[in-house]
């Protein structure tokens, strides 16, 4: 893994433990892009450990809507990832094999979190550094210790060393 990939990696959890509390006390006003989670919600009536809609998808979903400072291509890649995220679910749900079998549901929504955030149109991997810090200020350090929230990690972050290639890919940061 290139240092500069490893460099960001550390800063990330950093930022991610410093400011989630200061994020989590501007929230307050519900967003309407969020409601999907709160109708799958009603649908499944999920609970407990497996509670994905509300504990992790709307909680989520709310954070990124709330979040202010976002570049023109982060506001993109969000508004896209949303829809991305909801289509999932809507479409794993539909299928008669699945329906709400809540830790199914868990395991597939994060297995697609790494599909909706690296999509090759518009990648949370091409996004301006001042994005990439916005999202691990949104991201509470638990859940990125937590381990799907670390396999989901590792797997965006693989996902961005094949689209990047190495650091020089990316046209801002600098270079020796």
């Not at 991610?16 to 009603?42: E, I, K, M, N």
């Not at 998808?57 to 506001?75: D, H, L, N, P, T």
């Not at 539909?94 to 599909?115: N, V, W």
């Not at 929230?149 to 590792?154: D, E, V, Y």
Request: some cysteine; hydrophobic content about 40%.
């Amino acid at each position: 893994m290139p240092a500069a990939a490893i460099h960001c990696l550390i800063v990330a959890f950093f930022l991610t433990a410093w400011s989630s509390s200061a994020l989590a006390g501007r929230l307050g006003v519900t967003h309407r892009a969020c409601d999907p989670y709160r109708q799958f919600d009603r649908q499944c009536h999920c609970a407990g450990a497996d509670h994905y809609f509300l504990s992790y998808g709307e909680k989520y979903c709310e954070r990124f809507m709330q979040a202010a400072g976002w570049s023109v291509a982060g506001i993109r890649w969000r508004d896209r990832t949303l829809a991305c995220l909801t289509r999932e679910l809507r479409l794993h749900l539909a299928q008669p094999l699945h329906g709400c079998d809540c830790a199914a549901i868990k395991t597939f929504a994060f297995e697609s979190h790494i599909r909706c955030y690296t999509q090759k149109t518009l990648s949370a991997c091409k996004l301006p550094l001042s994005d990439l810090s916005m999202i691990y200020r949104i991201v509470e350090f638990a859940d990125l210790l937590d381990p799907a929230g670390s396999r989901q990690a590792l797997g965006i972050t693989l996902s961005c060393i094949w689209q990047n290639g190495n650091a020089e890919a990316r046209p801002d940061i600098p270079t020796r």
